[in-house]
T-cell receptor, first 112, second 118 residues
Framework: GQNIDQPTEMTATEGAIVQINCTYQTSGFNGLFWYQQHAGEAPTFLSYNVLDGLEEKGRFSSFLSRSKGYSYLLLKELQMKDSASYLCAVRVLTTGGFKTIFGAGTRLFVKA | GAVVSQHPSRVICKSGTSVKIECRSLDFQATTMFWYRQFPKKSLMLMATSNEGSKATYEQGVEKDKFLINHASLTLSTLTVTSAHPEDSSFYIC??????????????FGPGTRLTVT
C-alpha cells in the first residue's frame, strides 16, 4: 500500500530554524511535494522534488532521498505567520494515471 | 498563475437534501480535476479523479452514488452530495491539473467549500 508518515505537531521559536521530516513507502514514485495549509484554507504549493538533493527557495528548502524514502522541509528565520500545517504529498503513477497522496500533515506552532 | 475557484465557499443544508459544489479553472483548461475531503485537523483524502468527458474514478470506500461527479467541460467539474447527512459535513477541496503541461505545479487547489449538514 501507499503510506506517508510525518510528525503530528512541532513547536519552534520565532527566528529559529525547524526541520519537518517525511518518510514514505509508495510504488510508482513520481515526485514529492510540500504544501502549506492554514486552518480553514486550501493548501498552497511550497516545493517539489523529483531528484535527490536539496532545493532551496528563499526561507524554505526541501530535501529528497529516493533510496531512503525520505524528505524534509526546512524553514529558516521562522515568522509567526509560518504557524500552519505542512503537508507532505507524494505523486505516484498508477494504472489510472497520476495521483497525489497526502500525509496527515504536521502542525507547526511558532512561538514568540 | 493558474487560478481555481469553488462555489459556494460555505453552505448549510438540511439532512436529506442535495448540495452541488462547483470547481472552475479560471485561466487554464484542466482535463483532470481532483476532489478531496478534509476533516478537522486531518489531511486531505482523495475522493475521486474527474476526467473531462468520461466517468470519474472513485477511491476505495467512496460511494459513487452519493458523491456524484460531473466534468462536462475543460474548465468545470461539479460534485453533488446527494441525500446529505450530518456525517457528510466536511471541507471539500477541488484541484485542477493543467492540460499537456509538465510543470512543477502539478495541481492548483481551489479555496474549498465548507459543508454543514444540520
Amino acid at each position: 500500500g501507499q503510506n506517508i508518515d510525518q510528525p503530528t505537531e512541532m513547536t519552534a521559536t520565532e527566528g529559529a530554524i525547524v526541520q519537518i521530516n517525511c518518510t514514505y513507502q509508495t510504488s510508482g514514485f513520481n515526485g514529492l511535494f510540500w504544501y502549506q495549509q492554514h486552518a480553514g484554507e486550501a493548501p498552497t504549493f511550497l516545493s517539489y522534488n523529483v531528484l535527490d538533493g536539496l532545493e532551496e527557495k528563499g526561507r524554505f528548502s526541501s530535501f529528497l532521498s529516493r533510496s531512503k524514502g525520505y524528505s524534509y522541509l526546512l524553514l529558516k528565520e521562522l515568522q509567526m505567520k509560518d504557524s500552519a500545517s505542512y503537508l507532505c504529498a507524494v505523486r505516484v503513477l498508477t494504472t489510472g494515471g497520476f495521483k497525489t497522496i497526502f500525509g496527515a500533515g504536521t502542525r507547526l506552532f511558532v512561538k514568540a | 498563475g493558474a487560478v481555481v475557484s469553488q462555489h459556494p465557499s460555505r453552505v448549510i443544508c438540511k439532512s436529506g437534501t442535495s448540495v452541488k459544489i462547483e470547481c472552475r479553472s479560471l485561466d487554464f483548461q484542466a482535463t483532470t480535476m481532483f476532489w478531496y475531503r478534509q476533516f478537522p485537523k486531518k489531511s486531505l483524502m482523495l475522493m475521486a479523479t474527474s476526467n473531462e468527458g468520461s466517468k470519474a474514478t472513485y477511491e476505495q470506500g467512496v460511494e459513487k452514488d452519493k458523491f456524484l461527479i460531473n466534468h462536462a467541460s475543460l474548465t468545470l467539474s461539479t460534485l453533488t452530495v446527494t441525500s446529505a447527512h450530518p456525517e457528510d459535513s466536511s471541507f471539500y477541496i477541488c484541484s485542477a491539473r493543467l492540460v499537456d503541461r509538465d510543470t512543477l505545479y502539478e495541481q492548483y487547489f481551489g479555496p474549498g467549500t465548507r459543508l454543514t449538514v444540520t
